[in-house]
């Protein structure tokens, strides 16, 4: 079950990474194109969490979810 385990780990990176952004919205004084570029990387994180999600239900024995 090491992919799980692996899969886990980034998935647990993309929401830590986006938890980040999301504080340097809330707390820093950026510029509308350091704002832009935040908001298309949470996209892009989101993107991408949403498809190792997927990715860990397809390996995950029913039973386990």
């Known amino acids: 079950m090491a992919k799980v ?8 990176t993309l929401r830590e990474t986006i938890h980040l952004h999301w504080e340097d919205l809330a707390t820093r004084n950026v510029t509308a194109g350091e ?13 991408e969490l949403e498809k190792l999600l997927h990715r860990l239900d397809n390996l995950k024995p029913k039973s386990e979810s």
């Open 5 to 12: 385990k692996n899969l886990r780990r980034d998935i647990e």
């Open 35 to 47: 704002r832009d570029e935040i908001r298309q990387d949470i996209r892009s994180c989101v993107g």
